[in-house]
Nanobody, 122 residues
Framework: QVQVVESGGGLVQAGGSLRLSCAAS????????MGWYRQAPGKQRELVAFINNGGSSNYADSVKVRFTISRDNNKNTVYLQMNNLKPENTAVYYCNADVILLGYPRPINRYWGQGTQVTVSS
């Protein structure tokens, strides 16, 4: 019904920048919150940032100032601009979207992307 696809990951040196994108498509009426999570090797998945459809956002303390989340509601797309990257930011980054589906009674489901690898070398 809904596909969520991330892109933009890669290998970058410490201090560098990357911009991740995540696009949702399919049987979408609208999208409430969209968010980014990450999972480093041997660790649990953790929240990085999320943004609602009004543009209000929240961040994990560890990424405040350096990361910026934004979205384009017309494109059902969320972005994560990551600046001054550090080796500890190395992880698979996952996007999710809380989608209100087409058709009544307008069910709301959370969909996840497959993840994109971000590797920061020292």
């Amino acid at each position: 019904q809904v596909q969520v696809v991330e892109s933009g990951g890669g290998l970058v040196q410490a201090g560098g920048s990357l911009r991740l994108s995540c696009a949702a498509s399919g049987s979408i009426f609208s999208i409430n919150t969209m968010g980014w999570y990450r999972q480093a090797p041997g660790k649990q998945r953790e929240l990085v940032a999320f943004i609602n459809n009004g543009g209000s956002s929240n961040y994990a303390d560890s990424v405040k100032v350096r990361f910026t989340i934004s979205r384009d509601n017309n494109k059902n797309t969320v972005y994560l601009q990551m600046n001054n990257l550090k080796p500890e930011n190395t992880a698979v980054y996952y996007c999710n979207a809380d989608v209100i589906l087409l058709g009544y009674p307008r069910p709301i489901n959370r969909y996840w992307g497959q993840g994109t690898q971000v590797t920061v070398s020292s």
